[in-house]
């Protein structure tokens, strides 16, 4: 299998997984405090790593303590503030909201490294993005306009724009990660870091907001999220950003709702209409038009 290969199938199986956290989400919201999830889920990904990491991570101290910089921006920015941000705007906005909003993130990405990198942005692509954003627009109104001039903007939906902005730094600055650092210490590092820097906001959120009740709930939410949705699909979303270049992961991102409306139907009996399957054969259509050369 060529890098190219794994790269695609790596970027498929983070955004599935991504996938079925909002699935999840959607089931489980107002159940956990925005803070509490973010903190307990970034924990148990520590956890669940250190056994394969912590050793390597000692060792490579000297390392990690000349990339220091580099790698508090990264945890802040992926770790930190990214989804605790998405959970408060989960809290003030809609869900149709957050699902167009989220579309920012692969333009992003492709501007950020079109500055910052001067990476040419060919046709192809272009004409690729602005199909794939036609689909996912069809996908959240429904194919109606009216539905879209429609749509009412808060707070919310400023946080989840911010949010977007800093994930797609946070895939920039992946791209950038120093060699002799390995991906298991790199992950473990900045779990770390990030879990530490958002223990304070949970210690406030418990004493004087809400705690988090830990039921079963919980339990299977905050260990799903933690494990898969966390810590095996930042590895993979990571190792694709290395094989197949920061633009071609970003866009595979957009898979996220078609993924989201198969896994709604089996999981929460949601039924899937004909504009659902029109919008996913847009958005495909347009992944497979920005890999055309040229």
Not at 193 to 210: A, C, S
Request: charged residues 10%; proline residues 2%; positive net charge.
């Amino acid at each position: 299998m060529n890098n190219q290969t794994k790269g695609v199938l790596f970027a498929l199986t983070a955004t599935l997984l991504w996938s079925v956290n909002m699935v999840i989400a959607s089931g489980i919201k107002g159940h956990i405090p925005p803070i509490g999830l973010a903190f307990w889920r970034w924990t148990i990904a520590c956890v669940a790593l250190a056994p394969f990491a912590l050793r390597s991570t000692i060792k490579n101290k000297s390392v990690l303590l000349k990339n220091k910089r580099y790698l508090i921006a990264t945890a802040i920015l992926g770790i930190t503030i990214f989804n605790t941000i998405l959970y408060f705007a989960g809290k003030t906005t809609s869900a149709v909201n957050l699902s167009l909003i989220a579309i920012s993130i692969p333009i992003f990405i492709i501007a950020i490294s079109r500055i910052a990198f001067k990476e040419k942005i060919s046709t192809a692509k272009i004409l690729g993005i602005v199909t794939i954003i036609t689909g996912v627009l069809v996908l959240i109104t429904k194919g109606s306009i009216q539905s879209l001039l429609e749509i009412n903007f808060n707070i919310g939906d400023l946080l989840m724009l911010l949010g977007c902005f800093f994930f797609a730094s946070y895939t920039i600055l992946v791209r950038l990660k120093p060699k002799e650092i390995s991906s298991k210490v790199f992950l473990f590092t900045i779990f770390i870091i990030g879990t530490i820097l958002l223990l304070p906001f949970y210690i406030w959120e418990h004493l004087y907001y809400n705690q988090v009740t830990f039921d079963s709930t919980t339990i299977y939410a905050t260990t799903y999220v933690g494990i898969c949705a966390s810590l095996i699909s930042y590895y993979l979303w990571n190792e694709a950003i290395r094989l197949i270049g920061t633009n071609n992961t970003a866009l595979i991102y957009y898979l996220i709702p078609v993924f989201s409306g198969i896994l709604a139907c089996f999981f929460l009996n949601q039924t899937i209409v004909l504009t659902q399957i029109i919008s996913m054969g847009i958005i495909i259509a347009g992944l497979l038009l920005t890999n055309k050369k040229g």
